[in-house]
DNA sequence: ACATTTTCTGCGGGAACCCGCAATGGCGCA
DNA sequence: TGCGCCATTGCGGGTTCCCGCAGAAAATGT
């Protein structure tokens, strides 16, 4: 069984390579990588069945390399191994990861046996594995107050500062119903119960999604790169 | 002399304890702090003269600690040791930063040596010190695209979701001079250069604001509490 | 098949926002 | 002193945004 690590912190790399070799002494060869350029590269001629990644990495992010990965060869097995319990993280990755293959992720903080479970689970029974801090961001009947994927989708392309006509556009909606999912979404994220003053609602709800974890950077970027695209094609 | 490291990660830890042993021998005792509440406990009755600590941290983030610390003992020298060339980590250091004291900025991507070098320049001689890879953001005399005080002031509100009428009032300025500020603000940023349809600003100040790393989740969060305690003084 | 609920959509109005224009008032410099 | 420059402020108008209302369409239950 041959393994890839993407880790760019020599220590953290260092501390899954020895984990590795440990639980799993059925891994024959493992290969190391520091940035995505070289993670791709390897993946991409290296023929490994199992990839540890961390998602904050120097150039490019995470779940952007994953996509290029997956979409080149969608069996492989990949622990997602990152510093941050970010719903964003997971909606990302949870939007690309292909049916043929098993994925896990996993914080840094988790302790040396939670990381060689998810070692084991995931890259040599092929089990999805995900830590608790994050799986309650997975509730797919929700108790109202997690986003649906359309009223994230319109999140996505409000953050992005698009007004309400070209977010009715670009998901084929009407200007009414897009600003029916913005008052859904104003709701869920808690923005009307604050007392105090009158606020602006849109950029306030950025701010809040950005706080409670629903956005972060990378996704920020992800969703500019892809908007950029999509408005070459319009 | 003593010294105060403030790290959660036992790997970057265990990096920095080495590094400063190996460059001060005039260290006579070195304490470790893993978050913020035992950093704070420790700075307050330890009598240390320095501390080297993360930006990231668990609870809180470290500008608060760094704030709480200096408000105790002005003199206290601090290194910020952090994973992020980030404008907003160093507009939210030189804001608090007290007369008395030193402190400098390194990247956990520098190399040993300039560690070093940062450790002896900044905990034992007492100088500024500032990773290059920030220093950019220093220019107070700017090519026009860096953001003047009352130019932040006014984005840390507009970030908070305050309408134009709110923003006036907290920075004693009238409607149409904040809705001034707002548009340099949105010229410095470049929001108006790119091309596409129309866009709206406010949000995409923000959005613009977090990606060239002038806001991050941090200053959301201190900029969220500061104005909650504002309003209850109104 | 029918009734009920939910979602989508158009219309309209009040509020907030963006910004051009012009008047005012400080500040430096010749 | 006088001149020009720039920040500040008010006013007005066009645009976008937020949202209540109500009808149409779709989904769901019986």
Redesign the pocket.
């Known amino acids: 069984m041959k393994v890839l690590v993407v880790e760019d912190d020599q220590f953290h790399a260092r501390y899954v390579l020895d984990a590795i070799s440990e639980e799993l002494p059925e891994v024959t060869e493992i290969a190391h990588a520091i940035n995505r350029d070289e993670a791709e590269i390897e993946a991409r001629t290296g023929g490994f069945e199992a990839i540890v990644m961390d998602l904050q990495m120097e150039q490019g992010n995470g779940i952007d390399a994953a996509r290029a990965i997956w979409a080149h060869s969608p069996q492989t097995r990949i622990l997602f191994w990152s510093n941050y319990a970010d719903e964003a993280y997971l909606r990302g990755i949870s939007q690309i990861v292909p049916e043929a293959s098993a994925y896990g992720y996993v914080l840094k903080t988790a302790t040396r046996d939670r990381l060689k479970l998810a070692l084991r689970a995931v890259l040599f029974e092929g089990q999805i594995m995900i830590s608790r801090e994050l799986y309650q961001y997975q509730r797919h009947r929700q108790p109202s107050s997690a986003l649906d994927k359309?009223e994230y989708a319109v999140l996505l392309d409000?953050a992005l500062g698009?007004?309400?006509?070209?977010i009715?556009e670009r998901q084929?909606?009407?200007?009414?119903?897009?600003?029916?999912?913005?008052?859904s979404l104003?709701d869920k994220l808690g923005i009307?119960e604050e007392d105090g003053p009158?606020?602006?609602?849109?950029?306030r709800?950025l701010n809040c999604a950005i706080r409670k974890k629903a956005l972060n950077l990378q996704t920020l970027e992800s969703a500019e790169a892809e908007y950029q695209r999509w408005r070459e094609t319009q």
């Open positions: 359309s409000l698009l007004q309400d006509k070209m009715a084929n909606l009407s200007l009414r119903t897009v600003q029916n999912r913005l008052q104003y009307d009158a606020l602006n609602k849109r950029v709800a």
